[in-house]
């Protein structure tokens, strides 16, 4: 096999799984990862797609064989796949790269959603295994839990506090910026009502402001009331 030729036959291996983590870095908060790190990811993510299409393709000829009696089950793998990455083979099937470019768009959605969600961490955290709640860091995890919806950001330089709801926010690795709508703004110190704002654009800067999350109005919020 030539070196182009190989490369080649590589790039179609990971693709499945670069599209699986292009997936999983569109919707979660954390989308800067280092190249060696996107490498090993594709690699894993890629690998994965081909295993889940190999149990699709086992369940599909088990209940086959359970509704037919003429058929036979076999235990061997199903994809040619396996054959050309172990033994060096050189032909893959169309249909099986395909399938596993297919299947790649919903595992890359339900990777990312179990990423956003740290659910992996949360069942860490059930078994008593870990006290970490995930790879981001404090500002995206806390701006991305569920019970945050209206928030107090308060300047201290210029003694005002923004209380409104969060729109949107700025990634982990970039500066702090976040979007209130339905903006009130006080004074920080008197909590005197200065004026109501549509919506208010915030860069946070170190040390100048702090975010806080108030206890009745959320909670409000969360009974429907």
């Given at each position: 096999?030539?070196?182009?030729?190989?490369?080649?036959?590589?790039?179609?291996?990971?693709?499945?799984?670069?599209?699986?983590?292009?997936?999983?870095?569109?919707?979660?908060?954390?989308?800067?990862?280092?190249?060696?790190?996107?490498?090993?990811?594709?690699?894993?993510?890629?690998?994965?797609?081909?295993?889940?299409?190999?149990?699709?393709?086992?369940?599909y000829h088990i209940i086959r064989a359970v509704f037919n009696s003429e058929i036979k089950l076999y235990w061997?793998?199903?994809?040619?796949?396996?054959?050309?990455?172990?033994?060096?083979?050189?032909?893959?099937?169309?249909?099986?790269?395909?399938?596993?470019?297919?299947?790649?768009?919903?595992?890359?959605?339900?990777?990312?959603?179990?990423?956003?969600?740290?659910?992996?961490?949360?069942?860490?955290?059930?078994?008593?295994?870990?006290?970490?709640?995930?790879d981001g860091d404090v500002w995206s995890h806390f701006l991305n839990m569920e019970e945050v919806e209206w928030l107090i950001v308060r300047d201290k330089q210029s003694n005002l506090a923004?209380?409104?709801?969060?729109?949107?926010?700025?990634?982990?690795?970039?500066?702090?910026?976040?979007?209130?709508?339905?903006?009130?703004?006080?004074?920080?110190?008197?909590?005197?009502?200065?004026?109501?704002?549509?919506?208010?654009?915030?860069?946070?800067?170190?040390?100048?402001?702090?975010?806080?999350?108030?206890?009745?109005?959320?909670?409000?919020?969360?009974?429907?009331?």
């Amino acid at each position: 096999m030539e070196i182009s030729d190989l490369v080649w036959k590589l790039f179609l291996l990971l693709l499945p799984g670069v599209m699986t983590t292009l997936f999983v870095r569109y919707i979660t908060t954390n989308k800067n990862y280092p190249p060696f790190y996107f490498i090993i990811y594709s690699a894993i993510l890629g690998l994965s797609s081909f295993v889940i299409l190999e149990v699709i393709h086992s369940v599909y000829h088990i209940i086959r064989a359970v509704f037919n009696s003429e058929i036979k089950l076999y235990w061997n793998l199903n994809l040619t796949i396996w054959d050309s990455i172990m033994n060096g083979k050189s032909e893959f099937k169309t249909t099986e790269l395909l399938s596993a470019y297919i299947v790649a768009i919903p595992f890359g959605l339900f990777i990312g959603y179990l990423t956003q969600h740290k659910s992996l961490n949360k069942i860490l955290q059930f078994l008593k295994l870990t006290t970490r709640f995930g790879d981001g860091d404090v500002w995206s995890h806390f701006l991305n839990m569920e019970e945050v919806e209206w928030l107090i950001v308060r300047d201290k330089q210029s003694n005002l506090a923004y209380f409104g709801s969060v729109r949107s926010y700025s990634e982990a690795n970039d500066k702090r910026e976040i979007l209130l709508e339905e903006v009130d703004v006080y004074t920080s110190d008197t909590w005197e009502k200065l004026y109501t704002s549509k919506a208010v654009f915030l860069e946070l800067n170190d040390k100048q402001f702090s975010i806080e999350l108030p206890i009745e109005v959320n909670k409000n919020i969360e009974d429907g009331k």
